[in-house]
């Protein structure tokens, strides 16, 4: 099983910015892309990025994109996701994922990492 190990999460006024780091312990043959998934309280997990190995494509939930970038280290497998012009309904936990193919959904999931606390305050 594949280890996430993520960190970078904090607490910062709005219009802020952090920066959250994923290390996996190493790549499958089956991993097919890294990112990232939040959950407020009392509200459903959702995506908000995402990108392949591969190629490095990006994918973005609406309501981050032009705020957040997603980007990889091939050599640590490692992802980052620069958070930026940070907003109250940002606060979340956020929980790193690796993904097999078939959509960027939590469906299809391979290791979820243990989560790290945004909070973003007004």
């Known amino acids: 099983q594949v280890q996430l190990v993520e960190s970078g999460g904090g607490s910062v006024r709005a219009g802020g910015s952090l920066r959250l780091s994923c290390a996996a312990s190493?790549?499958?043959?089956?991993?097919?892309?890294m990112g990232w998934f939040r959950q407020a309280p009392e509200k459903e997990r959702e995506f908000v990025a995402g990108?392949?190995?591969?190629?490095?494509?990006?994918y973005y939930a609406g309501s981050v994109k032009g705020r957040f970038t997603i980007f990889k280290d091939d050599a640590k497998n490692s992802v980052y996701l620069q958070m930026n012009s940070l907003k109250p309904e940002d606060t979340a936990v956020y929980y790193c994922?690796?993904?097999?193919?078939?959509?960027?959904?939590?469906?299809?999931?391979?290791?979820w990492g243990q989560g790290t606390q945004v909070t973003v305050s007004s």
């Open positions: 994922a690796d993904f097999r193919r078939g959509g960027l959904a939590s469906v299809n999931v391979n290791s």
């Open positions: 990108v392949s190995w591969s190629g490095g494509t990006t």
């Open positions: 190493r790549r499958t043959s089956s991993s097919y892309a």
